[in-house]
Every structure is written in C-alpha cells, then in structure tokens.
C-alpha cells in the first residue's frame, strides 16, 4: 500500500478516535439545555459582571427565550467543579481553562468544537505536541474580535515565531505589517496533514500572484515539477522577507545558476556580451512562456538585440 494511502488512513482513525472521545464525553452525553441555563442563572447571581464580558461573542449566555436554539452556552459548561463551587464559593474550588493544562483546554472547548481545527489540535497539529492551549490564541471573556482571537490582525502567531516576525522586516518582504496580509491567509489551522500548515503552498502563492501561475505553453520545470514538500515557489522565493530583491533566496544570478551553468556561447561569442546582463534582462518569462522553451522576453528582437535579429543571424522564436 502506498505511504500516502496509509497516511490518509491514519489520519482518519486519528480524527475519529478524537471525534468519539469528545462526542461520548460524559458532559456532552448528559447535555441538557434547561439545567445549564438554570445552573448559570445561580452563578450570575454573584458572578454577574461576566455576562457582560460574553455579550457581544459567540459565547453569549443564553436564556430561557433561546430554548428552540441547536446550542446553548452557559457558565457551567466549560467552568467545572461548579457545584462544589456553589457550597463553597471559593476560588480555590474552581476550575478556569486559563489554568488549565494545554490538553484539558482541548477538552473543554471539544466539547462544543467538533471542527478540523479542533480535531487537528488534539491529534497531528504541531502546536499540540508543543504543548499550546486554544487560550494561546483565543481569549474567552472581554474578547470582541472575530472567533475570539486575542489579535484582530490575526498575526497572534508572532508572539511565539519571533523569527518569522524579523524575516517580514526584510528589505523585501511580504505586506504583514501594513495588514495587507496575513498569517492565516497562507498558513491553514485547519490541516491535519501538513506540518507547516501551508496546504499545498504553490497554490497560496497562486492565489495572489494568478498571473506567475499559468498554464503555459512552455513550463519552467522548477516551478511545476521539481517541488519539495510541495513547494516549488520556495525554492527560489523566501515567503516572509529576504535581502534581495523579489523575495529571492540569492542575489543576482544565484537562482539560476543554482540550476543552470552559464552557457559556453555566453563566453565566447561577441565578446562575452551574454556575461554582462543579468539573466532575467533576457529571459524575463522565468516563471513560464506561451512562445518560447527560451524564456525570452518577447520584445528582446526589439529592446536590446535589433541589430542581431534584423540581421537573420539570430531568431528569438523557439
């Protein structure tokens, strides 16, 4: 079988293990709308300024009147240890999710949360095995910003990837902090199966620059068939920032000659005139050509060669 068969099989046990465990979970199978609302209205009776920090979030305290609604939140479901708390108010006797570990956090939100997102933090994401909570990111109470992330910019990542943060003030670097972009719009949370939680990155590069993405009638094999971890972009393209220009991993002719030697004919012919120009000053269409296996910039006959093409020494055509 297939390594990658196996890993699609893995991953769905995984998800369903994790979706079982939560779905059967004692607070859900005893789930009763009437006695949570209840058994909230006995804790607004001392705690009732933290109606007002969920009144505006998703998390907003129900009442009777929203009985006919497929969920309801109420104080009770993600604070346990509430009963013993209602005996004796105590803060000691209370559980808080921000001080609980980053798996019993995962519990508790599953509750309710049966997303990709949520399955993947409890199973194959890398933010699970270092040990970050749903509170690294989420904040519960007083929290007006969209799915409760703690930074409206949804660039809460930099906190942890300090890094990644000096790459994005790089000479050239991708617009993350005029909040042009931003760190979701290229990293997906919800991946169960890409470390990098960059799902297919060639294609979030695509989205954007549409025009670098073809089809082409002549391909450049860099960018179509020689990838790595699905990346190909990458592999001359620094995501973040970089010291050069475009974003590229090296300066100048670095890129190409990753690959390409430079050409004898460069060397010898018209006195090495090749050797002079960057690269890119003739072959312009890098990213792939609908005239020529060249890459040729298709106005060269014209903008710096007329004498030769006019000449019929030379065609530019393929």
Known sequence: MAPRVINI?????????????????????????????????????????????????????????DLPSALVSGCTGC???????????????????????YSKQAEICGRCHLSPHQTAMATTDPHNRAQIGCLSCHKIHDNP???LVIDDRDNYCLSCHTAVESEFRRRSAHPLESGNIRCVDCHNFGSLEDPMLAVGMDF????????????FLYEHKIVYNYSIEGGSCLECHQPHG???????????????????????????????????????ECHSQIHGSYDNNLFLDPNLGTKLFPDCNQSGCHSFAN
């Open 9 to 65: 099989l893995v991953g769905a046990a995984l998800i369903l293990i994790a979706c079982l465990s939560v779905s059967f979970s004692e607070d859900i199978y005893n789930y009763n709308k009437e006695e949570l609302i209840d058994n909230t209205s006995t804790c607004l009776a001392c705690h009732d300024d933290m109606e007002q920090t969920l009144s505006a979030s998703p998390h907003r305290l129900y009442s009777e009147s």
């Open 79 to 101: 604070h346990d240890d509430w009963q013993e708390h209602i005996e004796d108010p105590s803060a000691e006797n209370i559980s808080r999710a921000d001080k609980a570990t």
């Open 145 to 147: 910003n969209k799915a």
């Open 204 to 215: 979030r590069c695509q989205e954007c620059h549409a025009e670098n993405s073809g089809p």
């Open 242 to 280: 970089s010291p050069n220009d475009r974003l590229l991993n090296q300066p100048g002719d670095g890129i190409c000659k990753q690959c390409h030697m430079t050409p004898v004919k460069h060397i010898t012919q018209h006195s090495g005139l090749g050797t002079k120009l960057a690269c890119v």
